[in-house]
């Protein structure tokens, strides 16, 4: 190899390590905004003035980021079925509450009292949820309603 071409691979390391790192710096930076745009303030998305209470059934709880998602069937006062998606705290919070996967099976009857969604939808903010038995268990949520 001539002193030349030598010189010239010498270069290039540096250059492909410094691409290699902007490349790793704009992907943090990508998933970090991906991150603070998906997590929400409490008041962009709930009516802490008002005051939504549901009984029902279990459908469903996710564990998942930012907040875990607590989903019910809730019987209303005509009668009809509604299922309802009830926002608590991230999966770490809970975890820390004691809760597991196993905590609430579906079809287990409930009570929940928050604060519901600006936009209408069947959404709520809540705290807690109460059992028929009386029995109360956090959920992690803002706790401005309960």
């Known amino acids: 190899m001539n002193s030349f071409s030598e010189g010239q691979n010498k270069g290039a390391k540096p250059m492909r390590k410094k691409t290699m790192n902007a490349v790793a710096v704009i992907a943090v930076l990508i998933a970090t905004a991906v991150t603070v745009s998906a997590h929400h303030?409490?008041?962009?998305?709930?009516?802490?003035s008002k005051t939504v209470t549901i009984e029902g059934k279990v459908f469903k709880?996710?564990?998942?980021?930012?907040?875990?998602w607590l989903y019910i069937d809730a019987v209303m006062p005509d009668g009809k079925t509604e299922r309802?998606?009830?926002e608590g705290g991230s999966p770490n919070v809970m975890?820390?509450?004691?809760?597991?996967?196993?905590?609430l099976p579906i079809g287990?009857?409930?009570?929940?009292?928050?604060?519901?969604?600006?936009?209408?939808?069947k959404r709520m903010n809540s705290?807690?949820?109460e059992f028929p038995d009386g029995k109360k268990l956090e959920l992690g949520g803002t706790k401005r309603t309960e």
């Not at 303030?41 to 802490?48: L, Q, T, Y």
């Not at 709880?61 to 875990?68: E, G, I, K, L, R």
Request: glycine residues 14%; positive net charge; charged residues 25%.
């Open 84 to 86: 309802w998606a009830v």
């Open 61 to 68: 709880m996710d564990f998942v980021n930012p907040h875990s």
């Open 127 to 129: 705290g807690g949820i």
């Open 108 to 121: 287990t009857r409930v009570k929940v009292r928050g604060a519901p969604a600006k936009d209408g939808s």
């Open 95 to 103: 975890f820390r509450l004691g809760w597991t996967r196993e905590t």
């Open 41 to 48: 303030s409490f008041s962009a998305e709930f009516d802490g």
